[in-house]
């Protein structure tokens, strides 16, 4: 894939947030996913333990038989430090890295990590969005910040997670006796079309298939990097 220049990555913590405050304004809260969804890239990265290595995956799957289309790869040093809020700042270098070796070009991504679920409403997933133009959902493992009401225990149930009044996401059942994901829009997408998106992509385990399998590719990368 080519992908534009958003910006550059010489960024102090200070100077990051004032551009996560000012691209927060440009991202799109709107579905424009197409219809049907053919194909879906899912975007994982895995650390180095005791290093400082960083190992993006990208795994682009073809619904609904979640057939293996592309995958690619990339390999970077870290080069912001670790804050809360900014993860984008640290991972996203890499992650672009990996969809520039990407042929193919999804008609929506999974990241996992957050969407607008976001202290300034600009998750790794907006970031990613704005990057490469693309419909773009987070979905991520755990809760960066709002509050909500437990799911119900089925399956594709879920209820709103609220920040300051608003519903910036879901907190989805995506398998019985797990734990719930936290799901929100990234770019180009609205909630009822990202919960729809991700809904359309869950099999038989708690991830989704295309964050799964960036998953277990990222560590494949990690693990083969250390012997």
């Given at each position: 894939?080519?992908?534009?220049?958003?910006?550059?990555?010489?960024?102090?913590?200070r100077?990051?947030?004032?551009?996560?405050r000012?691209?927060?304004?440009?991202?799109?809260?709107?579905?424009?996913?197409?219809?049907?969804?053919?194909?879906?890239?899912?975007?994982?990265?895995?650390?180095?333990?005791?290093?400082d290595?960083?190992?993006?995956?990208?795994?682009?799957?073809?619904?609904?038989?979640?057939?293996?289309?592309?995958?690619?790869?990339?390999t970077?040093?870290?080069?912001?430090?670790?804050?809360?809020?900014?993860?984008?700042?640290r991972?996203?270098?890499?992650?672009?890295?990996?969809?520039?070796?990407?042929?193919?070009?999804?008609?929506?991504?999974?990241?996992?990590?957050?969407?607008?679920?976001?202290?300034?409403?600009?998750?790794i997933?907006?970031?990613?969005?704005?990057?490469?133009?693309?419909?773009?959902?987070?979905?991520?493992?755990?809760?960066?910040?709002g509050?909500?009401?437990?799911p119900?225990?089925?399956?594709?149930?879920?209820?709103?997670?609220?920040?300051?009044?608003?519903?910036?996401?879901?907190?989805?059942?995506?398998?019985?006796?797990?734990?719930?994901?936290?799901?929100?829009?990234?770019?180009?997408?609205?909630?009822?079309?990202?919960?729809?998106?991700?809904?359309?992509?869950?099999?038989?385990?708690?991830?989704?298939?295309?964050?799964r399998l960036?998953?277990?590719?990222?560590?494949?990368l990690?693990?083969?990097?250390?012997?």
């Open positions: 894939m080519d992908l534009p220049c958003l910006h550059g990555w010489r960024l102090t913590g100077e990051a947030v004032a551009l996560q000012e691209l927060a304004e440009k991202v799109v809260l709107a579905d424009g996913l197409p219809r049907p969804v053919r194909t879906v890239a899912g975007v994982d990265v895995s650390y180095e333990r005791n290093g290595s960083f190992f993006a995956a990208v795994v682009v799957l073809e619904l609904p038989d979640f057939k293996l289309i592309e995958e690619a790869s990339a970077g040093r870290m080069s912001f430090p670790y804050v809360p809020g900014l993860l984008s700042f991972e996203l270098p890499v992650v672009l890295d990996a969809f520039s070796a990407l042929r193919t070009v999804p008609d929506a991504v999974l990241v996992d990590g957050q969407g607008i679920a976001h202290p300034r409403r600009f998750g997933a907006c970031h990613l969005g704005l990057w490469t133009g693309l419909p773009t959902v987070g979905c991520a493992k755990s809760r960066l910040c509050s909500h009401l437990p119900a225990p089925h399956k594709g149930d879920w209820v709103p997670l609220l920040l300051d009044g608003e519903a910036v996401g879901a907190v989805l059942t995506s398998r019985r006796g797990v734990r719930p994901l936290y799901i929100s829009p990234g770019h180009r997408t609205d909630l009822p079309s990202a919960l729809r998106l991700v809904q359309s992509c869950l099999g038989s385990y708690r991830l989704p298939e295309p964050t960036a998953h277990l590719l990222s560590n494949r990690r693990l083969q990097a250390r012997n």
